[in-house]
């Protein structure tokens, strides 16, 4: 039997040794680049403020452009009868003087005259729904949005109108920035007692306020869950108030 140099057989062994390691440095690599692509991060806490902003704001199909075109409307729809119910099929596009903001939606509306035990007229409701894309300097979205928005104050004779909202924002986002990160993202506010003033052409809200919660996960499976308060300001703002203690101030009426 022929046995080999004590050197040469020591060089094999080593070599031997030295494979096992260089796959399983192979396959930690492999490992990394993965979890580098699963910790692209979720929403933060300006960015859930920004989605919050959309539901708000008429330029991403938001609360105002309701507000604007129920505002329109009223003339017509405060004759209506007790239960009187009535649809309206309605299309809004527009694009910001900045060309940041942009929104194509279509609407639909279901009217109701709810009425109080003497048959007076109390509040208009409003159930929604909406399809829409939109886009801000932060992302672009093809959304559906829906709710319910009660109106009163139409059966006086000042020019102010009095809103309640309960609405959900369902959408897919992509990062402006990085588009290939994109969100599945829900938005869910309730708001009471929002002061319309029909009469102004420029920051018609004068007060309210309500809750928001934001949720959802980015295509990486990071998923996020953000909620509050809101306030509006009198002006062009509104403040958010998480529940984690930082508080946010957005601008609901971009130029």
Request: aromatic letters at 12%; one cysteine or more; proline letters at 2%.
């Amino acid at each position: 039997m022929n046995y080999l140099p004590f050197d040469q057989l020591r060089k094999s062994l080593l070599v031997l040794l030295l494979v096992p390691t260089f796959f399983m440095t192979s396959c930690n690599n492999d490992e990394d680049d993965t979890s580098d692509v699963k910790a692209s991060p979720g929403l933060n806490i300006d960015e859930a403020a920004t989605t919050v902003k959309s539901s708000l704001i008429e330029l991403n199909g938001g609360f105002l452009l309701h507000a604007n075109h129920i505002s329109e409307q009223m003339d017509e729809l405060d004759t209506m009868g007790c239960y009187d119910m009535t649809e309206i099929d309605t299309s809004f596009s527009e694009l910001s003087d900045s060309g940041d903001y942009y929104v194509n939606s279509d609407i639909f509306y279901s009217v109701t005259m709810i009425c109080d035990t003497t048959q007076t007229p109390e509040y208009l409701n409003f159930t929604y729904a909406c399809t829409l894309s939109y886009s801000n300097p932060n992302y672009t979205a093809e959304a559906e949005k829906y709710g319910s928005i009660n109106v009163s104050g139409f059966n006086t004779s000042g020019s102010l109108l009095t809103f309640d909202l309960n609405g959900s924002q369902n959408e897919v986002l992509e990062s402006v920035e990085n588009s290939s990160i994109t969100y599945t993202n829900n938005v869910i506010i309730d708001m009471e007692n929002v002061v319309y003033n029909s009469n102004a052409a420029w920051q018609q809200i004068e007060s309210g306020s309500g809750d928001f919660e934001v949720y959802g996960e980015n295509n990486s499976g990071v998923s996020y869950n953000y909620n509050g308060t809101l306030v509006f300001n009198g002006d062009e703002t509104v403040t958010l108030n998480f529940t984690s203690g930082e508080v946010v101030t957005i601008n609901i009426y971009p130029l």
